[in-house]
């Protein structure tokens, strides 16, 4: 069992940058897919961006296209998430999770989830 745990998140104003990551325990991280969910106060935890498992496919939420970069380092276990040109909409805690089967937009395709790192953007 995948153990997956984030870092990273913080504070930064409206335009800023940040990066969050995500490090596995599993030998065996480049057998599968990871993708970026988040979810914010009141809100349902929504898709943000994933990365088929050797790095070739890469896939984003409308929302963050031309802003976000997902990549992956396989010999180090991560999968990290480049967040710039933030707005105070981004708010909410990142999840990374580890894709099982189904669409890679979709949060029931994945079986194994960190426990996130708080996001936020002030205006």
């Known amino acids: 069992q995948v153990q997956l745990v984030e870092s990273g998140g913080g504070l930064v104003q409206a335009g800023g940058s940040l990066r969050v990551s995500c490090v596995a325990s599993?030998?065996?991280?480049?057998?599968?897919?990871l993708g970026w969910f988040r979810q914010a106060p009141g809100k349902e935890r929504e898709f943000v961006a994933a990365?088929?498992?050797?790095?070739?496919?890469?896939y984003y939420a409308g929302s963050v296209k031309g802003r976000f970069t997902i990549s992956r380092d396989n010999a180090k276990n991560t999968v990290s998430l480049q967040m710039n040109s933030l707005k105070p909409d981004d708010t909410a805690v990142y999840y990374c999770?580890?894709?099982?089967?189904?669409?890679?937009?979709?949060?029931?395709?994945?079986?194994?989830w960190g426990q996130g790192t708080q996001v936020t953007v002030s205006s």
């Open positions: 999770a580890a894709h099982s089967s189904g669409s890679y937009l979709h949060r029931e395709s994945y079986d194994n």
């Open positions: 990365i088929s498992g050797r790095g070739g496919n890469r």
């Open positions: 599993e030998r065996t991280f480049s057998d599968y897919g």
